[in-house]
């Protein structure tokens, strides 16, 4: 009974090392929970840029470690940061994936750093959300270790345009006029 019961449960521990990571499920290359996140949330070691960090947080949320959550915030932005609200949102949703958009600094060496990123999730049964939110990170030189310090939805692009014509421009089809006598007339 006893090599059975060894048998099953180094079974169900292989295969708990092999479930893919919360913040990979919607990657290219996924990578199991106990090469990616995991270290960072058991506290065995410290994410090596903002955008593991961004990584373990999503995961934290996805796996109900508020209490990492709230260690990662900076000690001066922690004010602001209410357990029970965290708690509710890591409680009532169901995490789908996390794509990073954009990573800007926050590599090993640098201060600072900023990660735009889209949470995938459905919250208590409902249609599946995206929290799309430009992060910022700052590396901590005596705890030797990276902090989220706030977030923010993004502001729209601007769409920059080419060069238009003007009334009085030469007509981009070549006739020779000028564009408000030409193809500029009929509008």
């Not at 479930?19 to 919607?26: E, W």
């Not at 270290?39 to 109900?64: D, H, I, N, Q, V």
Request: glycine share 8%.
């Amino acid at each position: 009974m006893l090599p059975l019961l060894r048998s099953l449960l180094a079974g169900y521990l292989r295969s708990m090392t092999q479930i893919t990571c919360p913040c990979r499920k919607t990657a290219e290359k996924t990578l199991p929970f106990a090469d990616c996140c995991e270290p960072y949330l058991t506290g065995s070691a410290k994410a090596p840029s903002a955008e593991a960090l961004m990584r373990a947080r999503y995961s934290a949320f996805a796996t109900g470690k508020i209490d990492y959550l709230i260690d990662s915030v900076a000690p001066e932005a922690r004010s602001d940061v209410e357990r029970g609200s965290l708690e509710a949102w890591a409680r009532e949703s169901e995490w789908h994936g996390l794509d990073i958009v954009e990573t800007v600094e926050g590599r090993p060496g640098n201060k600072t750093g900023i990660v735009e990123f889209v949470a995938h999730f459905t919250r208590a049964g409902d249609e599946r959300e995206a929290h799309h939110e430009r992060s910022t990170f700052r590396f901590d030189d005596k705890d030797q270790c990276w902090y989220f310090i706030d977030g923010a939805r993004p502001k729209g692009r601007t769409i920059v345009k080419g060069p238009q014509i003007g009334r009085n421009d030469p007509c981009s089809c070549g006739s020779g006029k000028k564009y408000k006598k030409c193809c500029g007339a009929a509008a």
